[in-house]
Each structure stands twice: as structure tokens, then as C-alpha cells.
């Protein structure tokens, strides 16, 4: 019984627990890969759980040294855990978690998140519309009370606008004609 408690447990002869999982996250440090793992790892310990509360729920002297093995299962699994949670970069919001907590579901957290997003994308839409009519508005003014200012405005305005046209085609264009990808990162703008 103690070889086959020991199987079942993932632990070597020595003590070390044999996972394949850690000679692959060695060689490969693909995030969602490493929080497989940690899922795994998660699976795993709430099993070795599961065994231990019925170990305990049914101990008697007999009981005793596969009580010790499964405790010793569940301790080397929890520091596997921790080893394999520290290659993943996985950043929980407090408010997540104080709604767990408080027994609600973390979908609210969402929910709230996105409203907020959509309000302030509005407000920044009115904003941007308010200016849209207020250049509008000057320009009209300004072009009945100086018409040859507004309209060499307008020309150069429109040159301008030309040339960074031209100057961001050939920008993303190659050698060969082809045209580059812009990377994700670079199409975010700072606040």
C-alpha cells in the first residue's frame, strides 16, 4: 500500500515530487502554459485534500502512516504550487477579491468596470464634440471677418495634412513595396 500511496501522491522514493510539468516550464516560459500548471497544481492539491479529509474523517492507529504520507503529499504539492505560481504574473484586483469574500460574484467587479469605461468614454465624446463644434464655430466667424486669413489657413492646413499622409505611408511601406504591421503596443497612446 505504501508504494501505491505514493504514486498516487506524484512523490519520487526521495521525497521530491516527480512532475514532468517542471522540466516543460524549464524549457518553455509560455504564460499560459504556466498557469496551466498552476491550475493543475490547484486540481491536484484540492484532490490531495479530498484524501486527507477522508483519512481523517475514518483515522484509527492503522490509519496513522498513510495519514503522515497524504500530509506530506499535500505539503510537497502546496510548495510545488508556490514555485509554479511564481512564473505566472497574475494581478488580481483587490475589489475582486473583497467581493469574493464578501460572497458576491466577481462578475459585478466587470460589470462596474466596463459602466465606468463606457461613462467616461462618453464624456470624452462630448468633449471632443464640443471642441469639433467650437473650431467650427470659429472658423465661421473668423472666415466672415478675415475670409484671406482663414482660406491660407485652409491651404495650409490642408498641405500639412498631405505631407503626414505621405510621411506615415512611407513609414510603414518597405523596400519591396510591402507595407509594415504596426505592433500593438505602439498603437496605445498615453494619457
Do not use: W
Amino acid at each position: 500500500m505504501d508504494s501505491s500511496q505514493n504514486t498516487g501522491l506524484g512523490s519520487g522514493g526521495d521525497g521530491m515530487l516527480a512532475t514532468p510539468l517542471n522540466d516543460t516550464a524549464a524549457a518553455v516560459d509560455d504564460p499560459k502554459q504556466n498557469l496551466n500548471q498552476v491550475i493543475n497544481s490547484t486540481q491536484k492539491t484540492l484532490g490531495l485534500i479530498h484524501q486527507l479529509y477522508l483519512t481523517v474523517s475514518s483515522f484509527n492507529t492503522a490509519s496513522q502512516l498513510p495519514l503522515l504520507q497524504r500530509l506530506n503529499g499535500l505539503v510537497t504539492e502546496l510548495d510545488n504550487m508556490v514555485e509554479l505560481s511564481e512564473k505566472c504574473n497574475i494581478q488580481v484586483p483587490m475589489e475582486v477579491l473583497n467581493l469574493i469574500d464578501d460572497g458576491k460574484n466577481p462578475d459585478e467587479f466587470t460589470r462596474g468596470v466596463l459602466n465606468s469605461c463606457i461613462t467616461k468614454n462618453q464624456v470624452t465624446k462630448g468633449k471632443t464634440d464640443a471642441f469639433k463644434s467650437l473650431r467650427k464655430h470659429l472658423l465661421e466667424e473668423l472666415e466672415q471677418t478675415f475670409p484671406d486669413e482663414v482660406e491660407s489657413y485652409r491651404e495650409t492646413r490642408a498641405m500639412s495634412a498631405a505631407e503626414a499622409k505621405r510621411l506615415a505611408q512611407s513609414e510603414s511601406s518597405l523596400p519591396n513595396g510591402d507595407v509594415k504591421v504596426k505592433p500593438e503596443h505602439q498603437g496605445a497612446t498615453p494619457l
